[in-house]
């Protein structure tokens, strides 16, 4: 059993390169099979979720090949089948964004149901109501999801939650549809301005991506393009709070401070320095960290993806700091974990209520999700004695050498296999 071991209590400092953002390359990777010529991908995050889509791309027919650890040369030209079978969904949820890539080109697909991280309901209804609009039957049948039209024509679609996952899937669809698909209610996230601008550069029409409408003028076909994928707003924000919650002062390069101004400004909120350059943004944090209140919302808002990491550093400021969470249900199963830390958090509802304690204490824990797997993370790094962290499976779906990144600003931290190696002190003399 794998686990990551951190003897943490040191400030981190110095500078981390940021990679490629996994959601974008999630849709990104979906996108290219709507071409039969050769897209090339920079820029690439090497971590799990990736590779399992890309698994599952090989599956039916689509080439891959590896110019390196993060450019991919992608061929879909041979693409036998349009059935994305259940391991591979049960693996990623956006696996599913394989509808709306092989509707939108084949007029066919069927996927298995999505499964993905635990963290509430997480229903479809949006992206079917969308395929049906653009003409699609879409039947659930023994677990698998099957969209089929004649054609696909445009559609005026009106999304009733904003929507990341059904903004990307029907704006694939929509691009090869015919006439001019308007998406309300759009999801306005980086990711999908860059699929937006990938599918552009593919010779897609889309205009508004970025804003809550988005048009789309059907096209005929989509050809081959080499696209570098943005850089990773989660991974840039989980280092900043890896910083603000050690006082520490790292500077996350690589990175676009557009993307992470909800971030920058809780951090300043308790009292960390937030100083921005023009793809950087450093972060010096004081002694203590100060209370304060935050709420998760769809972009432009606090990311969702950064309230475990924010909990984890709120959790040793000083007073009493409350959470939010609006967008999903069940995201809070990491905080038993901290208060095994000696954390003093309350869960009312969706709302953490946080006594902010002087110090963490180590302890042995287990990620419940990705992010909440890189909040123990940060708690681990703020606690003076040793920390073990379990199920670190879902951590490395969304981070690329984490532990090697942290050593890099100073961490004590290292990835062992429980089973195999020696005792914690041993592995953690220097
Ligand atoms: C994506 C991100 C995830 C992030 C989330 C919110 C990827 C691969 N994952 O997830 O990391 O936490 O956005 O920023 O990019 N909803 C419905 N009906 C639907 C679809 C969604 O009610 O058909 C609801 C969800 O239950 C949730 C809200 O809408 O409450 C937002 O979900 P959504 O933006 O779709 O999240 P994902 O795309 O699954």
């Known amino acids: 059993m794998e686990q990551y071991i951190i003897k943490g209590g ?55 090949k590896h110019e390196d650890r993060h450019t991919v040369h992608i061929n879909a030209a041979q693409i036998h089948s349009v059935t994305i079978h259940t391991e591979y ?47 699609a039957e879409v039947n659930l049948e023994r677990g698998m999801i099957t969209a089929k039209a004649e054609k696909l024509h445009a559609a005026h679609i009106y999304l009733d939650v904003v929507t990341v996952g059904a903004t990307i899937n029907l704006m694939m669809a929509a691009c090869l549809a015919e006439g001019r698909t308007i998406i309300e209610n759009a999801a306005k996230e980086p990711h999908v301005v860059d699929l937006a601008n990938f599918l552009s550069s593919m010779g897609a029409n889309i205009k508004g991506a970025g804003t809550d409408v ?91 993806d950064m309230q475990p990491q924010i909990v984890a550093a709120l959790g040793l400021a000083d007073g009493t700091s409350i959470v939010t969470e609006s967008i999903f249900e069940n995201r809070f199963r990491y905080v038993p974990e901290l208060l095994k830390m000696g954390a003093n958090i309350n869960i009312e509802g969706g709302t953490a209520i946080i006594e902010g304690v002087r110090g ?23 606690a003076p004695d040793i920390t073990t962290i379990d199920s670190i499976n879902y951590i490395e779906r969304g981070y690329e050498d984490f532990p090697e990144k942290l050593k890099h600003l100073g961490a004590r931290i290292r990835k062992i296999d429980a089973e195999k190696e020696e005792t914690r002190a041993h592995l953690l003399a220097v």
Do not use: W
């Open 89 to 135: 969904i049960k693996k990623i949820r956006a696996s599913y964004y394989m509808l709306g890539a092989l509707l939108g080109k084949y007029n066919e697909a069927c996927v298995a149901l999505p499964g993905g991280c635990n963290i509430g309901m997480r229903p479809i209804d949006q992206h079917i109501k969308g395929f049906q609009a653009l003409g």
């Open 360 to 382: 963490y204490s180590g302890a042995d824990l287990s990620a419940p999700d990705l992010r909440a797997g890189a909040a123990l993370v940060i708690a681990g790094l703020a």
């Open 214 to 304: 988005i048009r789309i003028n059907g096209v005929e076909r989509l050809h081959g393009t080499e696209y570098s994928i943005i850089p990773d707003q989660i991974e840039a924000g989980s280092f900043m709070l890896c910083g603000a919650a050690t006082g520490g002062d790292i500077t996350v390069n690589n990175v676009i401070p557009k993307h992470l101004e909800s971030i920058s400004a809780k951090l300043r909120e308790t009292g960390c320095e937030i100083i921005e350059s023009d793809d950087a943004v450093r972060v010096k944090a004081p002694d203590r960290l100060r209370h304060t209140h935050v709420k998760t919302l769809p972009y432009p808002g606090f990311p969702t």
């Open 10 to 64: 040191v400030p981190l400092t110095g500078d981390v390169t940021i990679g490629g953002a996994k959601n974008a390359a999630l849709a990104i990777l979906a996108a290219s099979v709507m071409t039969d010529d050769t897209v090339v991908i920079e820029n690439l995050p090497d971590v799990n979720d990736t590779k399992v889509l890309l698994n599952a791309m090989e599956s039916v027919g689509v080439l891959v």
